[in-house]
């Protein structure tokens, strides 16, 4: 499935069909999670799945924690 870029203000937002956002089943106003796969591919979250859920606490501990994170990597 093929989404087009689109110029927004200072930026670009990604414009899905409606095939997709069926299949994410989300509509306007809700949240998706961008996540980057080890084979360099991306997949699109609903934020509305636990796996969405699941990504948003963790998104929000590292960036409430960063320091922390980052001293138990080592």
């Given at each position: 499935m093929e989404a087009k870029?689109?110029?927004?203000?200072n930026s670009?937002?990604?414009?899905?069909?409606?095939?997709?956002?069926?299949?994410?089943?989300v509509v306007?106003?809700?949240?998706?999670i961008?996540?980057?796969?080890?084979?360099?591919?991306l997949q699109l979250v609903s934020g509305k799945t636990p796996l969405g859920?699941?990504?948003?606490?963790g998104l929000s501990i590292m960036a409430r924690y960063p320091n922390t994170l980052h001293?138990?990597?080592d």
């Amino acid at each position: 499935m093929e989404a087009k870029l689109c110029k927004i203000e200072n930026s670009l937002g990604i414009i899905l069909p409606d095939e997709m956002l069926a299949h994410l089943q989300v509509v306007e106003g809700d949240s998706v999670i961008l996540v980057k796969k080890a084979n360099g591919g991306l997949q699109l979250v609903s934020g509305k799945t636990p796996l969405g859920e699941s990504l948003r606490v963790g998104l929000s501990i590292m960036a409430r924690y960063p320091n922390t994170l980052h001293a138990l990597s080592d």
